[in-house]
């Protein structure tokens, strides 16, 4: 069950500023636990990853952190050897504010590609930061917006323990192997190779088959730091909650997706494997004739017979192949379903419009997340440098 | 040398009409050999083809053709048995009308997905269209459109002979070893094993370069008829001015796209192989992080780092990556080029917007076509059913 108000767990504390990176609203966050926490992180894996990324890969090895500093509105990608210092000179001055070392402390940014960083500005930023550290994870989740509408985060129950995840989301999604920002911190005691392994499961089904717009960020990375306070977690229930958020996390990130107006859910059962059910899965949320569709709530459902069947490197029976949408049968046998027209532009009209998926080919399934395509998404990043 | 004005090439005729399927335009194209004539045809990879599209499979197999039949509004598309019997029908309506055997008649339809064929209307409107035959193939290129903006028809020399394409195109275009609705008539003398080589060589370059939104049709096909009327053709000749015409009539389609108000086009060099260079093509050219950006003239050049970085199945050293737009260096080395903010703006403004991106890693090369992505796409498709 998700907490109706999220907080920081136990011994976990985070700030904000703005430090003149942006015009107005926060640009630069701080999060920190009062002791050395166990972690783990996956990072993009577009082939031009951030200095940051760079960075981060080396840092998490040992497996253990204390401090994460993240800035907006500027990537720190496509900079070479002076974003390579300038993500060590953010890493030096949060460890300075906070008494840390600064191979203790994770460094990321976001924002416009192929701009150095403006590194005083963060510098001076940090100055005096720790003194306004506090409970509250939507202060931490402010300064990493960029086009997002509204500060992310969540917690949840784990046992004892508290899990909780603050996130950006917006545009350039579509995670490999990773994610946007996405910082999770409990109180559960978990090595860092368990976490590791905690951590890459509940991703492959959470932000993995997150799509908004098929473009994969230079930036991703989603990290989780457990500093114990709370004793020992049995990693079973531990798994099923940061499942849990994740899953959460993923649709309110696709529902403030850029320019969207809903949530796409789509529910793929009965593939003969695990890659071809993902893989149509995430071809039917990212068919931009799909969503378009969700966004006007028109029934021309034929667009997913021809989603599904585009697929064409996924072994299936076309006959086989039965489509609903939110219960509404729109495909039966391979065939366009003889479906009542108000009916199924009732079911597009509502949010989340969840599409099933049935293949009839074998046991495997997949849920991708994604969001439908308006007006908006072009006029955002028409002019994304600009304005 | 394209014709400043297409006509059809000597022996073949066509004519439109409007059968009552829209509510006005044409909507039934009829095309005509005046004998016998060798051809060759690809269709639609997608897994659920429209009932055209099998019958077509099945009738090129012969390697002759006489006529060609198209209807637009509804594509006869997860209609099941009864879309067999209505494309057979058509058939059976065009070679009545024409004295010519069904078996020589290829079937198309184009329009929404899942809806049963009007073939009573169609039939009636086959009756009396022998007499309105004539050489223009813009009377042939009418009944064939959609969403296109105007009807599209090229010609170009082949030696003595004429090699003349009509096409349609406009949305739901990211052909897969075959393309949108596209047809070729020739007099030149060529077998149909000629042509069918010719056929896939001109459209691996053209046609299958071409995407408009990822998506892929149900009832995509590219066929060639060549009834030898010029007599014998120098196959390197007839090559080169079909490759030619075919990326001619991509770059008009790209252009024509959804929503399209420019041409993108990707050229990329110094891949280790083929399969390389033309995903990353793809991947810039349906970016629509890279397509915003071309819409809007914002230089937000860093995008392009991450499409061809998103290519990670891609094997490439990321520093000898370079990248210009309309000749402007905007990538150098895997570094984001220290611009003119001025210059690039003028050249995302340019139309095309030709995107050259340099590998560094061997010999391979390959260029996609496409288009800007702008709000016209999304308010086309949101309501293409009802409109």
Redesign the interface.
Same mark, same amino acid.
């Given at each position: 069950m998700l907490h109706e108000r999220p907080r920081l767990p136990v011994g976990f504390r985070c700030a904000s500023r703005n430090c003149g990176l942006k015009r107005q609203g926060k640009d630069l966050s701080l999060f920190v636990s009062d002791r050395d926490a166990a972690a783990a992180a996956v990072f993009t894996?577009?082939?031009?990853?951030g200095a940051p990324v760079l960075r981060g890969r080396a840092i998490v090895r040992a497996g253990v952190l204390r401090a994460i500093v993240v800035n907006s509105k500027v990537?720190n990608?496509?900079?070479?050897a002076r974003g390579l210092e300038d993500a060590d000179r953010m890493a030096v001055a949060a460890g300075a504010e906070l008494g840390v070392a600064p191979e203790r402390v994770l460094v990321a940014s976001t924002g416009?590609?192929?701009?150095p960083l403006p590194i005083e500005k963060i510098e001076a930023g940090l100055r005096g930061m720790a003194a306004e550290l506090g409970d509250d994870p939507l202060t931490g989740a402010e300064g990493m917006m960029t086009t997002d509408t509204y500060a992310k985060a969540m917690s949840i129950d784990a046992g004892a323990a508290t899990i909780t995840i603050v996130a950006k989301g917006a545009?350039?999604i579509?995670p490999?192997m990773a994610t946007m920002l996405s910082y999770m911190f409990t109180d559960a005691e978990l090595s860092a190779s368990e976490l590791d392994t905690l951590l890459r499961d509940a991703v492959r089904d959470s932000f993995n088959m997150l799509s908004i717009?098929?473009?994969?960020?230079?930036s991703d990375m989603c990290a989780i730091l457990a500093n114990g306070h709370a004793g020992r977690a049995d990693p079973g229930v531990f798994a099923g909650a940061l499942r849990a958020l994740c899953v959460a996390m993923v649709e309110a990130l696709a529902r403030d997706g850029e320019g969207a107006t809903k949530l796409l859910r789509v529910r793929v059962r009965g593939a003969s494997g695990d890659a071809g059910a993902r893989r149509v899965a995430r071809a039917v949320v990212? /068919?931009?004739?799909v969503k *378009?569709?969700a966004?006007?709530a028109?029934?021309?459902?034929?667009?997913i017979?021809?989603?599904?069947?585009?697929?064409?490197d996924v072994d299936?029976d076309?006959v086989r192949v039965h489509a609903r949408i939110n219960g509404v049968p729109v495909?039966r046998d391979?065939?366009?379903a003889d479906f009542d027209d108000a009916a199924v532009r009732a079911a597009l009209a509502g949010d989340p419009v969840e599409i099933e998926i049935e293949i009839g080919d074998g046991p495997a399934g997949a849920t991708a997340y994604g969001c439908d395509? /308006?007006?908006g998404?072009? *006029?955002e990043?028409?002019?994304?440098?600009?304005s």
């Open positions: 894996r577009n082939r031009f990853p990537s990608v496509g900079t070479g416009v590609i192929g701009v545009g350039m579509a490999n717009d098929t473009d994969t960020s230079t990212d /068919s931009p004739l *378009t569709m966004h006007g028109d029934p021309n459902v034929g667009r017979l021809m989603a599904v069947g585009k697929c064409v299936f076309p495909v391979g065939l366009h395509l /308006s007006e998404y072009i *006029t990043n028409a002019a994304y440098t600009s």
